[in-house]
């Protein structure tokens, strides 16, 4: 059988990042060195804001933002159900507690009309525990309600950590995610909207937490050790406090300086795409799409088109969706199945589905359609008349 299949991600790579990478190997110094110097300088500089710190992912980037603001055993971190893994896995690595707050039924975003009342209902479910902080995940790219969540942090002395692993060139109200809350944690994995491999960058304007991380990021050593075997390197160290080994290489800082430059056309074909699908789609009442349309000074990164399924209208589930997509030869995701559901979450802290209702049933009828810069027109169109096609089909 031909393999015509359609794989739901692919990364962007031209002969410009592969040039790129090749001169790091040749140049005899691959690891964190003056590439990386250079992303973290390109990137800064893109955002505006004072520092960035280049990590090997941003899972490393959440942990070492936590560890800056002190998270300890007596404290909860207030954050969305509807994410990835890396989100809450590093609240329990300080055996904090993730505290979760149901989602905006349109955005998918934490809600923030249940917010303060999520913050009220720490104290009586998790005891002890002070909430501390509150680590807000851009669903998709479409930004957060910053605003509100900064107003109840400022109100209630909680700082706020952003998760903007989908969210490299939003923009909220004029403002780039990155240079809004205290600190922000980027992803560049393979199937995020720019990519070094695997990768991750920190911003901050705090000249104390972004020395804290990126003295953490490398083993807890002296500032700048990575040059202890260059020229103008000093052999000696100090070793202030035990710390990770999360730096990135300067083979992945080279492709994501390429990567950087070309965000804004990277960033357009996507818009395109979720165009596309938005028309082609509004003529369908079993797929409800993504909000589009954003008002002035706000950008949706689109790192994910989630539509959901209007299942009263259909006589298949979306379980079966994924499997008819499957067999037409379509790569398809879900993002996310809601953390408080996984086995770790409802056994550990005694989470059932029903706490938190809208992320439970949103869960049930959403599938990720593939949108990335590499697709074609007409790979577009396949996807376009594939679900049309199902949505036809198995209409109740
Ligand atoms: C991808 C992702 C992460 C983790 O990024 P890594 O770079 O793979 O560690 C964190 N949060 C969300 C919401 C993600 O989608």
């Known amino acids: 059988m031909e393999d015509n299949f359609l794989p739901f991600a692919l990364p962007f790579i031209e002969q410009e990042e592969i040039d790129a990478v090749i001169e790091v190997l040749k140049s005899g110094w691959i690891t964190t060195g003056p590439k990386t110097k250079q992303f973290e300088a390109d990137f800064a500089q893109q955002i505006g804001c004072k520092h960035a710190i280049a990590v090997n992912s941003c899972t490393a980037a959440l942990h070492l933002a936590l560890e800056a603001i002190h998270i300890g055993e007596q404290d909860a971190v207030v954050t969305t159900p509807m994410t990835f893994a890396a989100t809450a896995e590093v609240i329990a690595y300080f055996k904090a507690q993730p505290v979760f707050v149901d989602i905006d039924p349109i955005t998918m975003n934490i809600d923030i009309a249940k917010l303060e009342e999520g913050i009220a209902l720490v104290k009586k479910r998790a005891c002890l525990k ?115 080994k999360y730096n990135l290489t300067d083979i992945a800082s080279a492709l994501g300086i390429v990567q950087l430059k070309k965000s804004n056309t990277l960033l357009a074909r996507r818009e395109k795409i979720a165009q596309m699908y938005d028309q082609a789609f509004s003529s369908l009442p079993s797929i409800e799409r993504p909000p589009m349309g954003l008002a002035d000074g706000f950008q949706h990164a689109w790192h994910l088109y989630v539509m959901k399924l209007n299942l009263a209208t259909l006589s298949i589930d979306r379980d079966r969706f994924i499997n008819e997509l499957k067999a037409l030869r379509i790569g398809v995701s879900v993002h996310f199945i809601p953390l408080h559901i996984h086995p770790y979450y409802k056994e550990r802290y005694g989470y059932k589905p029903e706490d938190f209702p809208v992320a439970y049933e949103t869960y049930q009828r959403i599938i990720s359609l593939p949108i990335y810069p590499k697709m074609s027109d007409a790979d577009v169109e396949r996807v376009i008349s594939a679900v049309t096609r199902l949505a036809k089909r198995f209409k109740r």
Request: charged share 20%; with cysteine; aromatic share 10%.
């Open 130 to 244: 002070n909430v501390k902080a509150i680590l807000p995940v851009h669903f998709a790219g479409y930004p957060a309600p910053m605003d509100e969540i900064l107003q109840v942090a400022k109100n209630k002395n909680l700082q706020v950590i952003e998760d903007a692993a989908h969210a490299q060139s939003s923009l909220y109200k004029g403002k780039i995610i990155g240079n809004i809350s205290d600190i922000t944690c980027f992803s560049f994995y393979a199937t995020k909207n720019m990519t070094t491999g695997e990768g991750g960058m920190i911003t901050t304007n705090n000249d104390e937490w972004a020395e804290r991380m990126r003295m953490m990021s490398l083993h807890g050593i002296s500032r700048d050790a990575w040059k202890r075997y260059q020229a103008d390197g000093n052999w000696h160290y100090d070793i202030i406090a035990p710390g990770f």
